[in-house]
C-alpha cells in the first residue's frame, strides 16, 4: 500500500488514529476525533491514568469532554492501549507528548523520539505521522532519518508532518475547533490526508509553510513573543513601582492608540507547558550557529526575577509594619481558573519564601493533595517540603500577616474580596493589580506594579 491508496482509504473513514500522550493536548484531540466517527487508540506511558480513563474516572479539567467521553468509550470509537499492534488499516500516528527542558537540551526531545520509534515498530507503508508536541529546530528533520533507518522512504512510503498544537486554556473566543493551524508536510498527498484529518478538529484551517525548520521556528517564536512582553510588561511594573505611579494606568492609556500596540498586564511570571519553554527551543538553535539571541535571554532572565521582586516586596512591607513574617500564596496554578500547575509562578514564590526563611503556604481550589509530588515535580521542586492549606476561612487566614495573590480564580474571587473589605489579614499583595483600593479597609493592599500604599 502507498500513501495514494492510504488517501483513498481516509476518505472514506477506512482508518485508525493512535494518539501518543494523552494529557492537555492529546486527550481533548482524541475525544474530537472520537466523536466524529474516527477509530481513535490512546496511548500514554501512565498507567495509572490509562486504567483511570477505562474505569471512566476523569480529573476536573477532563470533565468538560464527559458526555463526549462516556459515548466514544461506550461505542467503541475510543479505546485505551498501554501498547500497539499491527493493524491492516491504514494507520496515523499522532505525537501529543511532553517536551519538559531540561538541562541537557537535547534530552528535551526523548519523548518524542520514543513515541515515534514505538509507531515505527508497529506501522507499514501507507501509514503517516503527525507530530503536535513542541520541538526542538531539527527535530523533525532526526525523525525523518529515524523513518529512512527503518527502510521506509518519506513521501513515499510513509507520510511526515509537523503541525504544532496551538492550546490557550480558558479562551472562550479561540479554541481546538477554531484555532487555525500552522504545518509542514512532507508532500502533497500527506498534506490532503492531514486536511482529512484536521477537517473533524479544526474544518482543516491549516497554513501549510515550505519546510520543516520554519514550522518549529513558528512554534517557538508565537511564545517567544508572549514570554517578551510579558517580562517586558513586568520590568515595567518594576520601573512604575519606583516612578510612585500606577502600571496598569500607563497600559490603559497606551491601548488607547488604536494602532502599534498590544496590551499585555502584569502577573507573577510566565508559567505553563508553552511559553517559559518554547523560546529555550529558539534560543537553543541560534547557539547552534553561533548565534546569541539576546532577546530571549534577556526575557527568561526577567521572567525569573520577577517572583523575587515579589518576595522581596512583601518582606519590605511585613518589616516595615513590624507584621509576623507568615504568608498565604494564593494561587498556584499557572493560570486563573486552571487546574494545571505546571512551571507555575505561584510554586516560584512560595519556593523564594522558603529561602528566605519566610513561614509560608499554598492554596488553590484546583489544588488536589495526592498530585503533590506530581506539582512538585513539574516545577524542579522535588524533595522540596512545602505546605498547604485547604480554604481561606476565617481561622485559618487569621494565623498569617499577608495573602499574596498570584491568580484570581472565579471560585474564590468573592471571598478574597471579602478578606480586604472586612479586613481579615493585615497584608494583600496583588500580583495582578486587579483589588480596586477601598478606604474603609483596614488591610494594607500593595499591587504589582504600583506606589506603595504601606
Not at 520590568?235 to 505611579?245: P, S, V, W
Amino acid at each position: 500500500m502507498d500513501l495514494n491508496e492510504s488517501l483513498s482509504k481516509i476518505k472514506n473513514k477506512n482508518y485508525q488514529v493512535e494518539i501518543f500522550g494523552l494529557g492537555y493536548v492529546g486527550f481533548p484531540l482524541s475525544i474530537v476525533l472520537a466523536s466524529s466517527g474516527v477509530k481513535v487508540i490512546g496511548i500514554d506511558l501512565d498507567n495509572k491514568k490509562l486504567e483511570r480513563f477505562k474505569k471512566g474516572s476523569l480529573l476536573e479539567l477532563e470533565k468538560n469532554f464527559r458526555k463526549d467521553f462516556n459515548t466514544v468509550t461506550k461505542n467503541g470509537n475510543l479505546n485505551f492501549e498501554k501498547t500497539l499492534r499491527f493493524s491492516k488499516k491504514t494507520k496515523i500516528g499522532i505525537i501529543c507528548v511532553p517536551t519538559p527542558i531540561s538541562k541537557n537540551l537535547a534530552k528535551s526531545n526523548l519523548n518524542v523520539k520514543s513515541a515515534v520509534k514505538n509507531f515505527l515498530n508497529y506501522c507499514k507503508k501507507g501509514d503517516s505521522i503527525i507530530i503536535e508536541s513542541s520541538i526542538g529546530v531539527g527535530t523533525t528533520d532526526l525523525i525523518k532519518k529515524m523513518i529512512e533507518k527503518k527502510g521506509y522512504q518519506v513521501g513515499i512510503d510513509l507520510g511526515l508532518s509537523y503541525c504544532p498544537e496551538r492550546i490557550d486554556p480558558q479562551n472562550k473566543k479561540w479554541d481546538l475547533n477554531n484555532i487555525p493551524r500552522v504545518i509542514f508536510c512532507s508532500d502533497n498527498i500527506s498534506f490532503n490526508i492531514a486536511k482529512e484529518i484536521y477537517r473533524f478538529v479544526n474544518k482543516a484551517n491549516l497554513i501549510r509553510v515550505s519546510s520543516p525548520k520554519v514550522a518549529e521556528v513558528v512554534k517557538s517564536f508565537e511564545n517567544t513573543f508572549r514570554l517578551t512582553n510579558i517580562s517586558l510588561v513586568n520590568e515595567l511594573a518594576i520601573l512604575c513601582e519606583k516612578l510612585g505611579i500606577n502600571v496598569t494606568e500607563v497600559i490603559k492609556a497606551a491601548s488607547s492608540k488604536p494602532f502599534g500596540f498590544l496590551p499585555f498586564y502584569t502577573g507573577a511570571g510566565a508559567g505553563g507547558h508553552c511559553i517559559p519553554k518554547d523560546p529555550i527551543f529558539l534560543a537553543n538553535s541560534s547557539n547552534n550557529y553561533a548565534f546569541k539571541f539576546n532577546m530571549i535571554e534577556t526575557a527568561v532572565k526577567i521572567n525569573q526575577i520577577v517572583p523575587k521582586h515579589i518576595v522581596n516586596k512583601i518582606n519590605e512591607i511585613l518589616t516595615k509594619n513590624k507584621l509576623e513574617k507568615s504568608v498565604i500564596v494564593c494561587g498556584l496554578s499557572y493560570k486563573t481558573d486552571m487546574i494545571d500547575m505546571r512551571d507555575s509562578p505561584g510554586f516560584k514564590i512560595l519556593n523564594q519564601l522558603k529561602k528566605r526563611k519566610i513561614f509560608s503556604v499554598g492554596f488553590d481550589p484546583f489544588f488536589e493533595s495526592d498530585l503533590l509530588e506530581k506539582y512538585l515535580d513539574e516545577n524542579n521542586m522535588k524533595n522540596t517540603k512545602i505546605k498547604t492549606i485547604k480554604n481561606l476561612d476565617n481561622k485559618t487566614i487569621s494565623n498569617f500577616s499577608c495573602l499574596c495573590i498570584v491568580q484570581h480564580h472565579s471560585k474564590i474571587k468573592n471571598r478574597i474580596n471579602e478578606i480586604y473589605e472586612k479586613s481579615l489579614i493585615p497584608v494583600i499583595y496583588d500580583c495582578q493589580n486587579k483589588i480596586k483600593k477601598k478606604n474603609n479597609s483596614r488591610s494594607i493592599l500593595q499591587s504589582f506594579g504600583c506606589t506603595s500604599k504601606t
